[in-house]
């Protein structure tokens, strides 16, 4: 067993990798960019040296310097976690040359399943079922959009070496093709590299169900299948394992699918193997497709070690240190049911986008696994993926194990940026999933429904009015009466943009009536405030108020002597909703546009993000140009004023 290891990674998996080190009584060593110096990875580990710039390409990608660090503090071997380093080929080989141990596959594994289309020949020829479509090296466009019409459509247009939904377009009639794929091939580029594309028959009801392997160069094991469906725009929101309507037939063909797959290249360490299925006429041996495989631990972990009770990371060590498989195959098996939910800073209402922010407080219940990368106290930066933590219940049945998790997303509380907290929850509520009934195009179908933000109750309006007034502390009852009288008291709130007139009034130490619209909540101290009998949770920072209900409601204190100069935004400009890069422009001084035309592409966090006109117009300046990076609010286009 090793001594001591280096993390390659940084956030939550960093930690999830230090803590199982921790328990095996391995010491580690963390790296770390300028935006991490004080990130609790860093704090967790019994070493951290800092090895560049905030970008990752200035940090976390810089192979040799990473080994350089592991050399000099004398650790044996690099964990990569998941992303950045951990399936570059490349630097595998550069760990190895080093002397040190890469605590994961070959380099040769990953180069033979690293690109889509080779990686489906390969699995082809070992009996594992592929889905049909063209892996081939011609990347011409016209013959791409033959093979496209040959295959039949609906198409999907896949970066070769991409992963995440990034490089991914549906393609459902011939005229959207052309456009769809030089979109896939920029993303890609950016993102990887490599601009070039497979195209596969798309499924139409389709399911993405993986296997979990696991590997020591000679034989593999499965630990069973996760349900991945739960997707928006390619990307995972709640997996779940196992998998809703799994048959024994369909997870014995599968894992045995999975287990060829991994022998195959003779695959050492943790991977996952991608399946598409045909959920159309329920889970059958025959209508699973390989997509493709992760050669690395992958984000949904967390919910196979909950139904089968091994630590991934455990074994990802004690195989890499030298020893076989801790388990065989017959000694594996399923225990309750385990759901894994992604809570991002993003700002649903605005389509998702990524958000930033300093946590000014984060708590999560008891009850569920949080593996967090961050703390109250620390910044979701724009230099990397924005997830805050992942939440996982695990009950004795999928019903239980859901209703936990329901309840987990309730009382989780974060305040200082936006979240997805709500989403999650709708999710959980939503009557097809909890029938089981899932598919990767669920949430699009319901989208509407699904991101519908709840109203603030008069409760909830009613404590952040009293918050904002300074009355939520405990009443001291020796004070007399100069507060506590029977006049009202006016409190202006802002509430998504909209002002709130409250009034307020105290009735006697402990007690108060309090006005919403109308309605007239009472407020009664017993050990805490409570609102109509209703005790929530709350902070206050600076002049943010969040009351913790409903995923979190945020308002802000207004002064009074400020209400009247309040501006208003110029409606004329279009700006960029995060920092990012500019990709293209598509207008010029003069144009004509209309109302959901295309104006600009920014690119942040390897994503692509297109900017629409709001109405029609006539474009009077353009501001940036394509290259600039931005930040969060400048100016990239301006239409002329409205007549």
């Excluded at 940090?59 to 690099?78: E, P, R, W």
């Excluded at 020893?323 to 939910?341: C, N, V, W």
């Excluded at 920072?541 to 207004?558: C, K, M, N």
Aim: aromatic content about 6%.
């Amino acid at each position: 067993m090793f001594d001591k290891i280096l993390i390659a990674n940084r956030g939550e998996i960093a930690c999830r990798v230090i803590e199982t080190a921790r328990r095996m009584g391995v010491k580690t060593v963390a790296v770390y960019s300028d935006a991490d110096a004080r990130a609790k990875h860093v704090a967790m580990a019994d070493e951290a040296i800092h090895i560049g710039g905030s970008a990752p390409a200035e940090s976390y990608l810089l192979g040799d310097q990473i080994i350089k660090v592991a050399q000099a503090t004398g650790a044996q071997g690099i964990h990569p976690g998941y992303g950045f380093l951990s399936e570059n080929p490349d630097f595998v080989e550069a760990v190895q040359a080093a002397g040190l141990t890469f605590i994961g596959p070959s380099a040769d594994a990953i180069r033979k399943m690293g690109l889509k289309d080779a990686a489906k020949v390969l699995m082809e020829a070992a009996g594992v079922p592929v889905v049909p479509g063209y892996h081939g090296a011609n990347q011409d466009a016209g013959f791409l959009a033959q093979q496209a019409a040959e295959i039949g459509y609906p198409v999907l247009i896949k970066a070769v070496a991409g992963g995440g939904g990034k490089g991914m377009r549906l393609v459902e009639a011939p005229g959207e093709f052309a456009d769809a794929l030089a979109s896939a091939r920029g993303e890609a580029s950016t993102a990887f590299g490599n601009p070039d594309v497979l195209i596969e028959k798309y499924i139409l009801q389709p399911r993405h169900i993986e296997v979990q392997v696991f590997g020591d160069g000679s034989d593999a094991v499965h630990l069973f299948e996760r349900d991945c469906s739960l997707q928006r725009r390619h990307q995972k929101v709640i997996e779940e394992a196992p998998a809703p309507g799994m048959t024994a037939e369909m997870r014995a063909a599968m894992g045995e699918a999975a287990v060829r797959a991994a022998t195959a290249i003779g695959y050492k360490g943790a991977g996952t193997i991608e399946f598409i299925v045909d959920g159309s006429n329920g889970l059958r041996p025959d209508g699973f497709w390989f997509m493709e495989m992760n050669t690395r631990l992958q984000v949904e972990h967390p919910v196979t070690e909950a139904i089968t009770g091994v630590d991934l990371v455990e074994w990802q060590l004690r195989v890499a240190s030298g020893e076989g498989l801790p388990k065989q195959q017959d000694e594996l098996t399923i225990t309750g049911h385990a759901f894994e939910s992604r809570l991002y800073a993003e700002d649903v209402p605005k389509g998702f986008l990524p958000a930033t922010g300093t946590l000014g407080h984060l708590a999560f219940p008891g009850g569920c696994r949080a593996d967090s990368g961050v703390r109250s106290g620390d910044t979701i930066s724009p230099f990397y993926d924005p997830m805050i933590a992942k939440i996982i219940t695990h009950g004795p049945t999928r019903e239980v194990a859901l209703k936990q998790m329901a309840q987990a997303l309730e009382e989780t509380q974060v305040a200082g940026t936006v979240t997805n907290l709500t989403f999650l929850s709708a999710l959980c509520n939503h009557a097809g999933f909890a029938a089981g009934d899932v598919d990767t195009g669920l949430i699009a179908r319901d989208l509407d429904a699904l991101v519908a933000q709840p109203q603030a109750s008069p409760q909830v309006v009613a404590q952040a009015a009293m918050a904002a007034a300074g009355m939520m502390a405990q009443p001291k009852w020796d004070d007399g009466f100069t507060l506590w009288n029977s006049s009202w008291r006016e409190v202006v709130i802002n509430h998504k943009g909209e002002e709130r007139l409250v009034r307020v009034r105290l009735r006697r130490p402990g007690s108060a009536l309090v006005d919403v619209d109308g309605q007239v909540v009472e407020a009664l101290y017993n050990d805490g405030w409570s609102f109509d009998g209703q005790k929530l949770a709350f902070t206050y920072l600076g002049d943010e108020i969040t009351v913790f209900a409903d995923g979190g409601q945020v308002f802000h204190t207004i002064d009074p002597l400020d209400r009247a100069s309040s501006a208003a935004g110029d409606g004329n400009l279009i700006e960029a909703p995060m920092p990012g890069l500019v990709k293209a422009v598509f207008v010029e001084p003069g144009q004509q546009v209309a109302e959901g035309d295309r104006l600009a592409i920014l690119e942040a966090m390897k994503m692509e993000h297109s900017l629409l006109a709001a109405r029609d117009g006539t474009v009077a300046e353009v501001l940036a140009a394509a290259g600039a990076q931005v930040e969060a609010g400048a100016a990239l286009v301006r239409l002329e004023d409205e007549d």
